[in-house]
Structure formats: C-alpha cells, structure tokens
C-alpha cells in the first residue's frame, strides 16, 4: 500500500537474517549484558557465531525511570583489530527496521569500520526482537489490497478512512501501553542506556534514513555524548506531514525521470505512459500468476516504486511495466510483495506495522480529507505517477489513530555537539538531497558537516563511490572531519 512508502532503508525486499537471543553468557563482557550466540527463528536462521545478542532492559515510560519496564534486543559482532574504539550503533531506517536482522546483513558493506569498531544495532521499541507490534493477521493484511487507496467516490472514500481507523485499533489492542511510549524520543533515550551499558563515553552512530531523524533527535538530547556520529539518506528535519510526502513525491519522481532517460525515453511522456497504466489498473485491475490475487493500482505503484530504490533494479522495472501493458501483472505483484515484506505462503512482516505507530506517535497533524483533497492538485502536479497517492496518504496513515501525536516537526539542533557528518546523494528517491542540506543547517553552525554525492539510489555510503566511502571511513576511523560542503561526483 502507497501509506507505506515511509522512510525506508535498503528496500526492503532485501534476503535477511533474522536473529533473536539465546540464553548464556559469554562471560567476557562487563556491560552487565548476557550476551549469547543468537538464535534462529520462524523468519529465517541464525547469523554466524560471530554474532551475539542480549537483552537490555529499559523503561517503559522514560518520565518513571524506575518504573516498569521493556526489554530491547541487541547484536554485536566485536571489532576485529586491536586498536579499537568502541562501539558503532547502527539504525537502517523504517521507522520499523529491524537492527537485529539487517545488521549482519550489513556488516560487509561497513567491514573496514569493523576493524576498529565492534558493530552493534538493535530492534528499536515496537520492532521485532523489542515488544514487536502486529496489527493485523496476513489474512486481513491480503484482503485490505481491494482497499481504493486514491478514492474517487463517496464509497471508496468511506472504505479508505474505514480500513486506516481499524488499522490503528488493530495496533491498540497489541501493543497496549507500549502505543504511547514508541515515539523517536523514547528511541533515543534507549540509545543513550545503550551507550552506557556498553562502556562507551561518547555515543558513536551510523544512522541511515529515519535513522537520521532517530540520530538528529539523540544530539538534540544528549549534545555533549554525540561522538563520531554519520547520518545517510537524510530525513527533512523541516518538514511536517505535508512537507514529507511532497518531498517524496517530488524524490520518486526525480528517481523515474532518470530511470527513463537511461531507458532512451523522454521523461514527460515516459510518466504519462505510466500514469495512463495506474489509470486502467485502477478500473480494472490486472490478473496475476498467484491463486486469488489481482494487480491493484496500490500494489502496481508500490511495485514500481521498488526498484527505485537501486539503480541496479531498473531493468527489473522495465521488464514489469512492459508485462503489465500486456496485461500481465505478476511481475509488479512479486515487487510489490517484496515491499510488503510478503514470503511465498502468504506471511506478511511487520515493519510496517512499527513503522506506523512509531510515526503516528511522533507526528501531531492529521490532515482532514477535505484538506487533503485541496492539496491533490499540488502533488499530481510534483508527480502525475505518485503524487496522488502520497497525497491521500496524508489523510489516510494516521486517520482516527488512539494516540495523539508529539510534534509538527523534530527537533535536532545541537549546540556544543561534535561535528556530525551529514551524506546527501542528489539522486535520492526516498529522502531527497534538499534534506541533508536542511539537516547539517537545524544541527547548527560548526555541528553539521555536509558531504554530497552526485549519484543514485537511497542512501550513499557503500553505493559505488569511493570518494563518499573513503571520506566517511576517515571521519569515523581517524576523526579526519571532510571539510564542509565536500562534493563527490
């Protein structure tokens, strides 16, 4: 569905591991943690025994310090050299991510940090391995696929506000009291326990997109205890709940423009031929090779929104649009499913889920129906492909939701903190380059330190370019601070 199109790290049709926690210590350990080899679950095995995980207790409510309590899950991999530094914590992003799963993922792309560092990321409260929200059962996450989510009647209007309304009350009842303590601030607040249990004076941070947000939050808190701290694929701290859904509009379509050039096609017509597509699904959706299931227009935008993520994807996207002209709409639904986070027998993730109450927490506006319908002009214009449904979007993530909100924006400034390294690539889908630059400026003067790449993709880091690796690699290695401004081509 469009409302998940979110923050999202590392499109999340990547093959990952998922790992809980095993009893037993490893005896060598002075945080008070009891680490031990991690275990595998329904979703997948377990990572090597290089890995260790924990639990780590924390409050449920951060204002009752001594108060009841919730339990966060953890991984490491210990550092390889002998000149080490500490630890490195990593959040990929969602909100919703699972740190647990993705780290040893991950771990290869960031081998030459782990010379130096011990890896570390956790499940973030309400995701996964952390009191892990579900919203709905698979069946009733297939079914809501029928859901119009660009309503064009008074019907479809009614289905669509129905449908997000029992979503949240769907969360409610899982997560209980939790609902009202998953906010960006609580995570960071974690973070900081996190950095004392490790033994670590400074807090030495990788976040990659809502991570940046979740890292920006942190140095607004805990200024003097931000280290060495890298923020990829940079979330708008300016931007409110309109703010960000034209600003992803705006990133995917920037992202499809260049996708068809590389195809030979004019970008004008290249979008209206897709916009035209979405048209005709939306009246008839197309048949699949998968028993009981149709291409709907959702899952056809969410299919090609996909391979957006990686330059590398594109030919994937070309051969599914050019099978859903003919008629066939498999192609897109197996994208789509992988967004969703949709295995073969019809098990859904619950990113999403996360994602949803940890965002609805964070934001306080709930744009009316009739205020949404005023702006759709707006964002069609931004985008004839995705405009409309991250349009409707505003009205239809957090509608009706059992908790109010926190805020209209975050708030990152951080006087006195270390110099932050902010990474902003101009070709971003998800999280366009205007963010990064508006990030390093909310930081302030002397803390945000911006790094440009000139590429494609979400996210910069360990996408091809040395000269972003090499100057983000002597950042947190050698403390070798880029000048602000670097750009790399």
Known sequence: ????????????????????????????????????????????????????CATLKVPLDWSKPDGETIGLGLIRAKARGDDR??????????????GVSMMPSYAPTVSALRERYDLVSWDPRGVGASEGVRCRGDKQIQGAESVDVTPDTPAEEKAYLEDAADFGKGCQKDAGKLMAHVSTADSARDMNRIRQVLGDDR???????YGTELGGTYAHLFPKKV??????????????????????????????NGYLRST?????????????????????????GAPGRKLTQALAVTGIILPLYSKDSWPTLTSALDAAERGDGSELLVLA????????????????????????????????????????????????????????????????????????????????????????????PATPYEGARRMAGELGKGVGVLLTWR??????????SDCVDSAVNAYLLDDSVPKDGKVCS
């Open 1 to 52: 569905m469009t409302r998940l199109v979110r923050w999202t790290a590392l499109a999340a049709a990547s093959a990952l591991l998922t790992a809980g926690c095993s009893g037993g210590s490893s005896g060598d350990d002075k945080s008070g943690l009891s680490w031990g080899r991690c275990k595998a679950t329904a979703d997948g095995p377990a990572p090597s025994s290089e890995w260790q």
């Open 85 to 98: 530094l500490g630890s490195l914590l990593f959040n990929f992003g969602g909100p919703g991510a699972s």
């Open 203 to 209: 807090m030495n941070y990788f976040g990659i997109s």
């Open 227 to 256: 280290g060495r701290m890298t923020l990829d694929a940079v979330v708008d701290p300016t931007a409110d709940t309109e703010g960000h859904a034209l600003n992803q509009a705006r990133g995917f379509q920037r992202a499809l």
């Open 264 to 288: 030979g096609q004019d970008p004008q017509a290249g979008t209206r031929k897709i916009a035209e597509l979405l048209r005709r699904i939306d009246a008839r959706p197309l048949a699949t």
């Open 337 to 428: 499913d992988g967004y969703n986070e949709r295995d073969p027998s019809g098990r859904y993730g619950t990113t999403t889920h996360s994602q949803r109450v940890i965002s609805c927490l964070d934001d306080r506006q709930r744009p009316t129906v009739a205020e949404t319908k005023k702006l759709l002009p707006r964002f069609e214009k931004v985008s004839p492909v995705f405009g409309t449904f991250l349009g409707w979007d505003t009205a239809g993530w957090c509608h009706d939701w059992p908790v109010p909100g926190q805020h209209d924006t975050p708030e990152v400034s951080a006087p006195g903190a270390a110099p932050v390294l902010v990474v902003g690539n101009t070709g971003d």
């Open 455 to 464: 590429g494609e993709g979400h996210g910069a880091y360990g996408s091809g």
